[in-house]
T-cell receptor, first 125, second 107 residues
Framework: QLQLQESGPGLVKPSETLSLSCTVSGGSISSSSYYWGWIRQPPGKGLEWIGNIYYSGSTYYNPSLQSRVTISVDTSKNQFSLKLSSVTATDTAVYYC??????FGSGSYPVFDYWGQGTLVTVSS | DIQMTQSPSSLSASVGDRVTITCRASQIISSYLNWYQQKPGKAPKLLIY???SLQSGVPSRFSGSGSGTDFTLTISSLQPEDFATYYCQQSYSTPYTFGQGTKLEIK
């Protein structure tokens, strides 16, 4: 059974860089079938997609965050990571990592099918 | 960005009720519409993809329909474990966007 687990500091100071990792177990991050993504959810609010990465290192980001976001992959550790720079209180959220896969039917349909449990990151001095 | 709007934002219903949640996209997204269920303190769970395809293991009381810009999630007979928040998400184009959520509560 595939599992994803987020890890990283739960408290980050304003203007600093938020850094999280997602460890994948029960499957290989190097599979050609999948992308890997980050999604966040401010307390009591909805979901926001941050960006995705392929095992080769190819990335695509949400333009609203692109100037501050870097997602990277370490295939030797079966991990991928998120860095978000210059954080403010509005970046306080539960951060989820997830697997992004295309399901095939009458077309090719991208979905987030496996999610980590999420980790709360609070931005505060 | 494609805006996703769900209605209602909250809904009270009883066990055994039939419930419908609506999601509208700000532009045509063909059938690229997914539904997720989220319970408090938990990660979202994929229920339906490609508008109407049930994810493996999801009970058949869940169904989805629609195309273009208007979509619905229907639960045919509510069970106690179905009380949760439901999100639609478009996967037609990036940035992938979600609706604001519909909280389904026990009446």
């Amino acid at each position: 059974q595939l599992q994803l687990q987020e890890s990283g500091p739960g408290l980050v100071k304003p203007s600093e860089t938020l850094s999280l990792s997602c460890t994948v177990s029960g499957g290989s991050i190097s599979s050609s079938s999948y992308y890997w993504g980050w999604i966040r959810q401010p307390p009591g609010k909805g979901l926001e997609w941050i960006g995705n990465i392929y095992y080769s290192g190819s990335t695509y980001y949400n333009p609203s965050l692109q100037s501050r976001v870097t997602i990277s992959v370490d295939t030797s550790k079966n991990q991928f990571s998120l860095k978000l720079s210059s954080v403010t209180a509005t970046d306080t959220a539960v951060y989820y990592c997830a697997r992004h896969v295309r399901f095939f039917g009458s077309g090719s349909y991208p979905v987030f099918d496996y999610w980590g449990q999420g980790t709360l990151v609070t931005v505060s001095s | 960005d494609i805006q996703m709007t769900q209605s209602p934002s909250s809904l009270s219903a009883s066990v055994g009720d039939r419930v419908t949640i609506t999601c509208r996209a700000s532009q045509i997204i063909s059938s690229y519409l997914n539904w997720y269920q989220q319970k408090p303190g938990k990660a979202p769970k994929l229920l339906i993809y490609a508008t109407s395809s049930l994810q493996s293991g999801v009970p058949s009381r869940f169904s989805g329909s629609g195309s273009g810009t208007d979509f619905t999630l229907t639960i045919s007979s509510l069970q106690p474990e179905d009380f949760a928040t439901y999100y639609c998400q478009q996967s037609y184009s990036t940035p992938y966007t979600f609706g604001q959520g519909t909280k389904l509560e026990i009446k």
